[in-house]
Antibody, heavy 120, light 109 residues
Framework: QVQLQESGPGLVKPSETLSLTCTVS??????????WSWIRQPPGEGLEWIGF???????KYNPSLKSRVTISVDTTKNQFSLNLTSVTAADTAMYYC????????????WGQGTMVTVSS | EIVLTQSPGTLSLSPGERATLSCRAS???????LAWYQQKAGQAPRLLIY???SRATGIPDRFSGSGSGTDFTLTISRLEPEDCAVYYC??????????FGPGTKVDIK
């Protein structure tokens, strides 16, 4: 069974870059029928899709964040990562990594989430 | 851009009652691209339904999904105390590639 675990700093200063990593266990990021996503949730609010990456390296991003987001995959470490530049307080949220399946076109496995606060 | 609207915002029901949650899309969507998630307090979301009506692995049969076009429904046939959660619908496909509805909170009396 695939499991996901987010890691990264819990506090980021305004204008800096938020960087998170999701480690995949029990499966390979190289699996062709999966895609690897980042989704966030501000405190007390709903879910916002950030973007995802296919095993091939092809990416899709939320247009509202596209200018600031990069998602990459490291097949040697079986990880994928999120970089979000020029952060503000509005980027304070719980960040989840999730596995999407081309079989279901849904996110069937989620990490437990990591809280990131943007503050000086 | 496809916008998903969910109603009601909050549903308060007793154990054993039937819960009907609505998800409406601003444009027609292919039902194979409509999913429902359950998020309990302090937890990550869990996939309940994909393809509008297919239950994910391990999901009890009291959860069912239906609908097509712009109108979709999640039904919980007999509420149990552990069903207290926020439920989100999600569409995949149209730009932005993924969107979530604002959620319906289900309270158990």
């Amino acid at each position: 069974q695939v499991q996901l675990q987010e890691s990264g700093p819990g506090l980021v200063k305004p204008s800096e870059t938020l960087s998170l990593t999701c480690t995949v266990s029990g499966g390979s990021v190289n699996t062709g029928s999966y895609y690897w996503s980042w989704i966030r949730q501000p405190p007390g609010e709903g879910l916002e899709w950030i973007g995802f990456i296919y095993y091939s390296g092809s990416t899709k991003y939320n247009p509202s964040l596209k200018s600031r987001v990069t998602i990459s995959v490291d097949t040697t470490k079986n990880q994928f990562s999120l970089n979000l530049t020029s952060v503000t307080a509005a980027d304070t949220a719980m960040y989840y990594c999730a596995k999407g399946s081309m079989t279901t076109d849904a996110f069937d496995i989620w990490g437990q989430g990591t809280m990131v606060t943007v503050s000086s | 851009e496809i916008v998903l609207t969910q109603s009601p915002g909050t549903l308060s029901l007793s154990p054993g009652e039937r819960a009907t949650l609505s998800c409406r899309a601003s444009q027609n969507i292919n039902s194979i691209y409509l999913a429902w998630y359950q998020q309990k307090a302090g937890q990550a979301p869990r996939l309940l339904i994909y393809g509008a009506s297919s239950r994910a692995t391990g999901i009890p049969d009291r959860f069912s999904g239906s609908g097509s076009g712009t109108d979709f429904t999640l039904t919980i046939s007999r509420l149990e105390p552990e069903d207290c959660a926020v439920y989100y619908c999600q569409q995949y496909g149209s730009s932005p590639r993924v969107t979530f509805g604002p959620g319906t909170k289900v309270d158990i009396k």
